[in-house]
């Protein structure tokens, strides 16, 4: 299964869940504008054919270590919050989308 077909499946499993949406395909792209959302915070998104999630600095550092994701960043540098997963199924991916998701609403102060 690719990265995309991937993120469908979390958006399928997630976009219920109160103030979640889905990626907006409609518009310009940029960062974050193909992503599953939560009150407008980027959780979950594919990009250059890997899953990438916004986790705890200290979640990333773990998947890091345990090479189940890689870094992912711009400009040569990794976000600390922020990993790739190259490989992966629904079945691993949703338990880490739904950590995503939690990390993303206390960010925004959110928590539900």
Known sequence: MDAADRLAALVDALTGEPGVTPPDTSGPRRFGSRALKVD??????????????????????????????????GRGRPYREWVALADGRPDTDLPLAREALAFARTRRGAVR
């Open 40 to 73: 407008g915070a980027a959780f979950a998104m594919v990009v250059r054919g890997a899953l990438v999630l916004s986790l705890p600095a200290d979640r990333v550092a773990a998947l890091l270590a345990d090479g189940r994701g890689g870094p992912f960043g």
